[in-house]
């Protein structure tokens, strides 16, 4: 079968599916969930041998570190794929809740309900939990998922997508609400993006290039997160111990994820103290540094920042510093090269922190915590199917809320306009 024949019949299913499922009550959808649970359980060899193919091809291709870090699936990766679709099954079903109800003059009694939004396409690169993850929210929340993931983890996705179709048909549920795209063809995604008549809402997920060509290319609503250029702000009322294991926790716990900071702001009067043993800690962690003009005159083996490395997402250990003149210009900085993602400021002034957190326009603004937190998990959101940078529709981690729509329900008596 020709690939565009292929992809309109995964997404007419899949379409079929959806209307399906957005009548499916919330026992049967938490059994196909359970079933999900159980066939990771049942089947983490066979996914990790998968995974051990997309691994060495990863590194004779030669991806960086953190790539292959995205990349692995280990038994406590697995472990946390599990514990995550445990998660959703324990959250509440939205779909159905009334929202709002009033009442008008003439009697009519007016209501918003959520719905299932319909199908969403998910395209993303090398995290191969994603498929799990959005998998067990779109479920959930009544919604059927077309999955396509990156050649680079297309053994360790057909494995996973081939347990959750066996997870779906086991709960009397259809296995088409689950669409994979199995073709490394780049064609793919043009022809996915024009299937306007079977698909409700994309939500690419990997590089900025990636995410742009979708949005550009799509003939279909659009959920963007273009890139992670997190910021964390050390105020000169900073606790600078905390400061220092928040700011170490920020870039070096995984850095090659979105909510990773990827530039460390620090005030001009505390930099002198902070920053020697701060890039100390850093260095002995393998962190390449690249500072100002004002940094390099206070650590001296050091690169100099460029100005394209305020506007980096680096997706590894490489750190921009850049010492600034007070809260002002520290969210001057985040205005100009921030990528509304995920902002933090350090500081014991409370006063400080909420002007921060009120004029930082970003999707998740922390006080006194690492940006590593920005994520559906985390936020005890079960999962999360993305983390949006727009502001329409969803922003943040989206999780089962963010895949919902609503309709009016409107409840008469025999009420005629005049």
């Not at 809402?201 to 060509?213: F, H, K, S, W």
């Not at 900073?238 to 702001?265: H, S, W, Y």
């Amino acid at each position: 079968m020709a690939i565009n024949e292929k992809i309109i019949r995964i997404t007419k299913e899949a379409k079929d599916a959806s209307m399906a499922l957005s009548v499916t009550g919330h026992d049967v959808k938490n059994k196909a969930l359970k079933a999900m649970a159980q066939g990771l359980k049942k089947n983490a060899k066979d996914i990790a041998s998968a995974n051990k193919k997309d691994l060495m091809q990863a590194k004779r291709t030669g991806f960086s570190r953190a790539l292959i870090d995205r990349l692995t699936l280990n038994q406590k990766r697995i472990g946390a794929m599990i514990k995550s679709i445990e998660d959703v099954i324990n959250l509440k079903d939205p779909i159905g809740e009334i929202t709002r109800m009033w009442k008008r003059p003439n009697g009519l009694i007016i209501g918003k309900m959520r719905v299932p939004i319909g199908v969403i396409c998910i395209i993303y690169e090398s995290r191969p939990n994603v498929t799990c993850d959005c998998a067990a929210l779109c479920i959930k929340s009544g919604n059927a998922v077309i999955l396509k993931g990156g050649k680079e983890a297309i053994n360790t996705n057909a494995a996973l997508v081939k347990m959750l179709k066996q997870a779906m048909v086991k709960s009397g549920l259809p296995a088409s609400a689950i669409g994979f795209i199995d073709t490394t063809d780049r064609k793919a995604v043009d022809i996915i993006l024009n299937q306007n008549s079977h698909i409700d809402l994309v939500i690419p997920r990997g590089g900025e290039g990636l995410i742009r060509a979708v949005a550009k290319k799509s003939t279909i609503p659009v959920i963007k997160h273009y890139k992670g250029v997190c910021h964390t702000y050390v105020d000169k009322d900073a606790d600078l111990k905390k400061a220092a294991q928040i700011c170490f926790n920020a870039k070096v716990q995984r850095p090659g994820v979105c909510n990773a900071m990827e530039t460390l702001l620090v005030d001009e009067s505390i930099a002198s103290r902070f920053l020697p043993p701060m890039i100390e800690m850093f260095k002995k962690a393998n962190v390449e540094i690249r500072g100002c003009k004002r940094t390099m005159q206070i650590i001296k083996a050091i690169k100099a920042a460029k100005k394209s490395d305020w506007h980096e997402e680096y997706l590894d250990l490489i750190l921009a510093v850049k010492i600034v003149n007070g809260l002002d210009k520290a969210i001057e900085h985040i205005t100009e090269y921030g990528s509304r993602h995920s902002d933090a400021i350090i500081t014991q002034n409370h006063k400080t922190a909420l002007e921060f957190l009120k004029r930082v326009d970003s999707a998740c603004v922390y006080a006194n915590a690492s940006t590593r937190f920005t994520d559906g998990y985390e936020f005890g959101l079960g999962a999360e199917i993305g983390i949006s940078t727009d502001k329409i529709h969803a922003r943040g981690p989206m999780a089962l809320e963010e895949l919902t729509s609503y309709k009016y329900i409107i409840l008469g008596s025999g009420q005629i306009r005049r």
